[in-house]
C-alpha cells in the first residue's frame, strides 16, 4: 500500500459525459501528478499540482482539467467524454524538497467510456 | 520530447536471473527510477539510482547505469513467480522552469515459467 488513495475504483460512463476522480496523497506530500494508462500510449503524464498550484502540463487535453484543494487532495476532470478516453488514470505524490525524488502511485481508476 | 525504450516481454524460467534493459535520451536525467505493475495494481517503485552512480545493489535486485550509451538495466536474481508483472523504466528530467517529469517506458512483460 503506498499511501495514495483514488475513487472510484471503477467508472463506466457515456461517450459526451463528465467525471471526475479524485486523488488523495500520501501524508505530508504536496506534490499531486496525474496520468494515463492506455494500451496503446503507454503511461503519459498529464498534469502535476504543486501545494494547490499547477507547476507542469503534459499531454492532458483541453477537455481535461484538475485541481488541488487546501487539504492537498486531487481530482482530476475529464468531460465531453470519447471512446478513446477510456484507460487507467493513476495519481502519484511525492515530498518535493530532497532527492530520489521518487512518486508513490495510487492503484489507479479505470473509465470505461461507452 | 524525451525518450525511454524497453522491450515488450521477457521469459525465464523460475531460479534465473532476469535482466530488463532501457534506453533513454536525456543526457541531463538525474534520477532513473523502475516500477513494477503487477495486474489490477499501480505502479510500485521498486528502486532508484543516482546519475552519478554505476551499480545499486539491493537484495535481489541490481541496477546498472552505462550513462555514456544512456543505458540502464534491471536484473532481478533467482527468479521467483510472484516477480510476474510489467516492470517500468523512468528517467526523471527538467521540463523546463524548475519543474521536473518522470518519463516512462511502455514497460517490459516478465513472465516466470515455474
Known amino acids: 500500500d503506498s499511501g495514495v488513495t483514488q475513487t472510484p475504483k471503477h467508472l463506466i460512463t457515456a461517450t459526451g459525459q463528465r467525471v471526475t476522480l479524485r486523488c488523495s496523497p500520501r501524508?505530508?506530500?504536496?506534490?499531486v501528478y496525474w496520468y494515463q494508462q492506455s494500451l496503446d500510449q503507454g503511461l503519459q503524464f498529464l498534469i502535476q499540482?504543486?501545494?494547490?498550484?499547477?507547476?507542469a502540463k503534459g499531454n492532458i487535453l483541453e477537455r481535461f482539467s484538475a485541481q488541488q484543494f487546501p487539504d492537498l487532495h486531487s481530482e482530476l476532470n475529464l468531460s465531453s467524454l470519447e471512446l478513446g478516453d477510456s484507460a487507467l488514470y493513476f495519481c502519484?505524490?511525492?515530498?518535493?524538497?530532497?532527492?530520489?525524488?521518487?512518486?508513490?502511485f495510487g492503484p489507479g481508476t479505470r473509465l470505461t467510456v461507452t | 520530447g524525451e525518450d525511454v525504450e524497453q522491450s515488450l516481454f521477457l521469459s525465464v524460467r523460475e531460479g534465473d536471473s532476469s535482466v530488463i534493459n532501457c534506453t533513454y535520451t536525456?543526457?541531463?536525467?538525474?534520477?532513473l527510477y523502475w516500477y513494477k505493475q503487477e495486474p489490477g495494481a499501480g505502479l510500485q517503485l521498486l528502486t532508484y539510482?543516482?546519475?552519478?552512480?554505476d551499480m545499486k545493489q539491493d537484495q535481489r535486485l541490481t541496477v546498472l547505469l552505462n550513462k555514456k550509451d544512456k543505458h540502464l538495466s534491471l536484473r532481478i536474481a533467482d527468479t521467483q513467480t510472484g516477480d510476474s508483472a510489467i516492470y517500468f523504466c523512468?528517467?526523471?528530467?527538467?521540463?523546463?522552469?524548475?519543474?521536473?517529469?518522470?518519463?516512462f517506458g511502455k514497460g517490459t512483460k516478465l513472465s516466470v515459467i515455474p
Open positions: 502519484a505524490s511525492s515530498v518535493r524538497a530532497g532527492p530520489p525524488y521518487e512518486q508513490y
Open positions: 501524508s505530508g506530500d504536496l506534490s
Open positions: 499540482y504543486y501545494n494547490g498550484e499547477e507547476r
Open positions: 536525456d543526457s541531463s536525467s538525474t534520477y
Open positions: 539510482i543516482f546519475s552519478n552512480m
Open positions: 523512468a528517467e526523471r528530467y527538467n521540463s523546463g522552469a524548475g519543474s521536473y517529469q518522470l518519463t
